[in-house]
């Protein structure tokens, strides 16, 4: 079967699954599920010969019975009907407590596919299919476009977890990791960072020692969601990424609660939405209520219940004192008082943040977020600060898009990493000035910034035009997803305050 049938066919299963009220995001764990033992069916045949060991089923225990049917794709595909569905209801449970990679694939796994027929259907489609032989390109095209499409589907509140690609790409292209170094995410929701710095490293001409470095030591990174957590590291797999039975590089640890210690040479990362973090807990009466969850770490110069400020500072902990970063972050990390305030000093005097890249509106799935890319770089203990000029480039002001009518490319921001310049940023020319202030690439000193009240970074200087200019507005539709924008930012603002005023988040 041809690349563009295989793909068409995956969707039209995601399409008719839908009609029967079975979402995208549900769809795409079953896919998970099934994929990865058929790829582990083909591994442990020649000529790879894995002998990957899958156990039989458990019981409520937890324990292997005896002379149960062993979890694995030849005996699921020989199934039909009733006695299919409850074989995979009985698998699914049983590899969920399994050790490893195994396990984390299958952790709270559920059958959300009730029709048996549709359920065999899907795997008579996986089954015809060599995945393993199957181009990476091929394999990971379907499964991005399944997690976009996942995305996409704002009520399941998956686009948290997805970066719109074209700004990773921007992002690896400016950092240009190279082979040999270890890259973490700290927050790495279905694995996009680590697919892009791949194909990046990948490109480089790599000798045997490189490759296998890349496939098995580069990439690291902590999610705590199981579902997220599943779709991460099946989507390294299919990107080739990873042993099926090696370590699991994805860690299901909260990376905010304690630093252990291991440094690396790059961090690419885009923290979760939702400035507060939060626990539930139990009061004196017998219900429960949330409670600010406040981060108390001796690596941290700030001690906060503030999600994104925390990020902030244990990605500064994650560095090698050579180490490199660029990472998604709202704007309140900007120009927010006490801890914020706090933060962006430590963050300038002990690394050099050298360049902020204002992002548009209307790129996220997740409605109401105004975000940046910080870029910076570790450096060793000085009496100075480290940096000395921090370079902004505001693809914010008089920039419309949408997610459907005019997505944010790739092409959008040629213009920011040529500007940028990665090969030698120690030569980089303003495009504002006196005669040019429209001009989106302007720098500022170190004595600049710190002069300003509570060292706010938030800095714009380009008019809005559609302040000025009322006979050249935006489409209708584009001005009503900025207004949507900013009600959302609004009130996200407002609760939060509430949320200060009340000291909880009920």
Not at 88 to 100: F, H, I, T, V, W
Not at 256 to 266: A, C, E, F, Q, T
Not at 439 to 445: D, P, Y
Not at 470 to 493: F, K, Q, R, W, Y
Request: charged letters at 25%; proline letters at 4%; glycine letters at 6%.
């Amino acid at each position: 079967m041809s690349e563009s049938a295989i793909i068409s066919k995956v969707w039209n299963f995601a399409n008719v699954l839908r009609d029967d009220g079975v979402g995208y995001g549900d769809y795409l764990e079953q896919i998970t599920y099934l994929l990865f033992l058929k790829m582990a069916d083909e591994l442990n045949k020649p000529p790879y010969n894995k002998g990957l060991k899958f156990p039989k089923l458990k019981n409520a225990q937890g324990e292997e019975e005896a002379n149960a049917e062993t979890c694995d794709w030849q005996t699921l595909s020989q199934k039909r009907g009733l006695e299919l569905e409850t074989f995979y209801n009985q698998m699914l449970r049983s590899l969920g407590s399994e050790k490893g990679t195994l396990g984390q694939i299958f952790i709270k796994s559920q059958n959300k596919i009730q029709d048996p027929s549709k359920l065999l259907k899907i795997i008579d489609m996986i089954d015809k299919e060599q995945w393993s032989l199957m181009g990476t390109d091929v394999k990971g095209k379907i499964y991005e476009g399944l997690l976009e499409k996942n995305a996409e589907d704002t009520k399941s509140g998956a686009g948290q977890y997805f970066t719109p690609r074209s700004l990773i790409k921007t992002m690896v292209a400016c950092v240009r990791p190279k082979p040999m170094k270890t890259l973490i995410d700290p927050a790495c929701g279905t694995g996009g960072f680590f697919l892009a710095a791949y194909d990046f490293i990948k490109s480089q001409n790599l000798d045997q020692e490189e490759k296998e470095f890349l496939k098995n030591k580069t990439f690291h990174g902590n999610e705590i969601v199981a579902n997220t957590r599943r779709m991460a590291l099946m989507n390294m797999f299919l990107h080739n990424i990873g042993e099926i039975d090696g370590e699991t590089l994805v860690s299901s640890a909260d990376a905010l609660v304690s630093d252990n210690g291991i440094r690396y040479d790059y961090v690419l990362a885009n923290p979760p939405f939702g400035k507060k973090s939060s626990m539930t807990i139990t009061n004196e009466e017998g219900k429960q209520e949330k409670q600010d969850y406040i981060i108390n770490r001796q690596d941290f110069v700030a001690t906060t219940a503030n999600k994104q400020l925390n990020f902030l500072q244990h990605i500064k902990t994650l560095l090698k004192l050579t180490g490199e970063a660029a990472v998604v972050l709202p704007d309140n990390v900007l120009f927010e008082g006490g801890a914020g305030e706090t933060v962006r000093k430590e963050l300038m005097k002990t690394t050099e943040l050298h360049t902020i890249l204002r992002l548009p509106t209307g790129i996220f799935y997740a409605q109401g977020v105004k975000a940046n890319v910080l870029f910076f770089d570790n450096k060793p203990a000085s009496k100075d600060p480290w940096t000395k000029d921090v370079w902004i480039y505001d693809y914010r002001s008089n920039i419309s898009h949408t997610l459907k009518k005019n997505p944010m490319t790739s092409e959008h921001l040629q213009d920011f990493v040529k500007l940028y310049n990665p090969e030698n940023r120690n030569k980089r020319t303003e495009t504002y000035s006196e005669t040019n202030p429209e001009g989106r690439w302007r720098k500022f000193t170190y004595a600049e910034i710190i002069e300003r009240d509570k060292t706010n970074l938030d800095i714009f200087w380009i008019k809005d035009k559609s302040l000025t200019d009322l006979d050249n507005l935006p489409d209708p539709d584009v001005l009503a997803n900025e207004i949507i924008e900013n009600i959302e930012a609004g009130l996200n603002s407002f609760k939060e305050i509430m949320e200060t005023i009340n000291g909880d988040e009920s």
